[in-house]
């Protein structure tokens, strides 16, 4: 029987506990962590990571990721403050007409 009476309970509930712990952290990265935690990856990754390049070049590859994510946030803020600004301009005119 599962501990709390609905399943995305306990998942909204550990996302609280991150964000209290880790604020800075951003959605895609605890997807990634609940993923990593939920495969058991780290059984997969000791034996095939054997060398510090290896573990060198996935940091370098999610750092990467990393930062196209920013740049994807980045473009979604601006798009939404130029919509803003496009509904402020059109209300202004609109009450301009009706003075």
Not at 12 to 18: M, T
Not at 44 to 62: M, S
Not at 67 to 92: F, P, W, Y
Request: charged share 20%.
């Amino acid at each position: 029987m599962p501990a709390t009476n609905d399943i995305n309970e306990g998942a909204l509930g550990a996302f609280c506990i991150q964000m209290q712990m880790k604020p800075q952290l951003t959605m895609t990265n605890y997807n990634a962590l609940a993923m990593f935690e939920c495969n058991n990856t780290q059984n997969f990754v000791n034996p095939l990571f054997t060398e510090p390049r290896d573990f060198k070049f996935l940091h370098g590859q999610a750092h990467a990721y990393q930062g196209k994510d920013q740049a994807k946030q980045k473009k979604m803020v601006l798009h939404q403050q130029e919509k803003n600004n496009k509904q402020e301009e059109a209300a202004n005119k609109w009450k301009e007409a009706a003075a």
